[in-house]
């Protein structure tokens, strides 16, 4: 059996998963019994011709990629969102204005229980970092990255994912400036914001970067945000005004965060210095990071969103309910991947899966709020 066709069923397990397909759902396309799926998945029967077809048809790939011989796998140069990994470190890929750009995989600020899927690995060059691939670009080109703070965000990629032929969308956790400025340094497709507590907030915040009319501004969740309280701290904490002193330590998020950016407001209507807070100078990444941090007894509070604030076991105190936003931009418009993240914000199942999370709200959901 020549090495082509000794590494096919691996081939077709990998590109069914990235399709979102089950065995018995590629069977069904392909026109095959999953007995039979099965048989060359495992690599115990050689297919007919007219079955390769048929698979690399429900695939949508040339049968060449399933079947013909192993190539070298790709080594490309990459753009890299965020700071560098180190060598052989996961990547996510995608292609944007000419170029293709990685962030790294596995982020502590979206890592859960385990790993997630990934598309290459960080090779350094002389030439700068790279990204080692075996996998096909055309589908890599198609890769979705949108950078933001609500971890919502990774539920609309997911949805969006399953619901698209080709490419996934990758979510990229950072703050709401962060995440403005990589869009427009063309390191994202879109970016999801939230400045305050209405759409002339969020507005300015994308005008201010120049990007009103180069970019779809379109609702997406309002949420409860407040303090994240450890459970030490739950009956003797009542709000901003305990925090002077240095007796509590916050956990405090980077700067340009809307949750940064809301304990700047307190701070200087308050008129308190920020020297006079504990940990002012400490930075968490994200509202996760940030409850983590809590939960472990390192800080003692810090202003995160209600539903993380639950996952963590921690008492909340509601603030404020924000907007928050996604900033598209125009020209990418019509990518199938992108289509269909839009397309759930109009599907009533997603969004009551959405306003099931504590906290969240979607009555606007979908709204556009730019021509």
Known sequence: MSDGLERAGERIVQLRARRNMTQAGLARVAGITRQSLNQIERNQVV?????????????????????????????????????????????DLAQLDGRWIAGESDLLAKIGAGLSVSDAVLRKTPDGPAAETSLDLSDLAENLFIAGCDPALALLCEAASRHSGKGRCVWIPCGSSVALRRLAAGEVHLAGIHFGEDDDANLEGVKRLGLLKSCLIMRFTRWEQGWMVGRNWENAFRGFGDLPGGGIRLANREAGSGCRNHLEEMLKVNGVPAAEIAGYESITVSHSDCARRIATGLADVGLG???????????????????????????????????????????????????????????????????
Request: proline share 8%; glycine share 8%; aromatic share 6%.
């Open 47 to 91: 297919p007919r011709v007219d079955t390769a077809l048929r698979l690399a048809r429900a695939l949508d790939c040339p049968v060449e990629s399933l079947f013909g011989a192993e190539e070298a796998p790709a080594v490309l140069p990459v753009h890299i969102v965020g700071n560098t990994p180190e060598e052989g470190m996961r990547l």
């Open 305 to 371: 969103c209600e539903s993380i604030a639950r996952v963590y076991g921690l008492h909340f105190i509601p603030l404020s309910q924000v907007a928050f936003d996604l900033v598209i931009r125009r020209d990418q418009l019509g990518k199938p991947l992108l289509e269909a993240l839009i397309d759930h914000l109009a599907i009533g199942k997603f969004v009551r899966s959405i306003s099931q999370i504590p906290g969240y709200e979607t009555g606007e959901t979908g709204r556009v709020l730019t021509p």
